[in-house]
């Protein structure tokens, strides 16, 4: 079932989620509610908060499929990358922070079993959001990336796409990767 998306107006987003305790039935239908919603908006990544449930609790789908973890713990980070983020619950902002490249998580599946999942690029950016909503954490508690050296950065901040076209290379503005989530 396609679930309504709260937005910051919620306080619930601001929540910090409860651990996952019990693997039924209504985790399985949480899960599955979650995926229909996040397709049927075109995002990435949606997290159980997002729809009101308090629950530690994340979808994602970077382009490889549907992945679910539930209780996931950032276990590592390392490096750095430029990351421009949108998210389903704070419509209108397009942010530019920064995000650890590489990053190791342990979740459970939602029969309970555990998973280890090493990321980097879009997934690892993508991971690092989702588990911000656990803690209602928001794109915009991320202080935006600006160094004087990103002055191309800046202008593509402003100008979005047509910025991006005009230079028209990833590589220009370095390792980073767009989500919305
Ligand atoms: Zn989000």
């Known amino acids: 079932m396609v679930r309504t998306i709260m937005t910051t107006t919620r306080a619930v987003l601001r929540h910090k989620a409860h651990v996952v305790t019990t693997f039924d039935q209504q985790l399985a239908k949480l899960l599955d509610d979650l995926a229909e919603t996040m397709y049927a908006h075109c995002g990435i990544g949606l997290a159980a908060t997002q729809i009101g449930?308090?629950?530690?609790?994340?979808?994602?789908?970077?382009?490889?499929?549907?992945?679910?973890?539930?209780?996931?713990?950032?276990?590592?980070?390392?490096?750095?990358?430029?990351?421009?983020?949108?998210?389903?619950?704070?419509?209108g902002l397009k942010r530019t922070i920064r995000r650890y490249a590489r990053v190791r998580v342990y979740a459970l599946n939602r029969f309970g079993a555990p998973l280890w999942v090493e990321a980097k690029g879009n997934l690892a950016c993508c991971l690092q959001h989702e588990i911000d909503h656990m803690d209602g954490i928001l794109l915009m508690d991320h202080e935006a990336w600006r160094t004087p050296h990103d002055t191309h950065l800046n202008w593509g901040d402003l100008f979005g796409r047509t910025a991006h076209c005009l230079y028209g290379h990833d590589e220009f503005f370095g390792h980073h990767s767009s989500c919305s989530d």
């Open 53 to 91: 449930i308090k629950r530690r609790v994340f979808v994602y789908d970077v382009g490889h499929g549907l992945c679910e973890m539930v209780n996931p713990i950032l276990l590592a980070g390392e490096g750095q990358m430029k990351s421009v983020e949108r998210c389903l619950s704070v419509p």
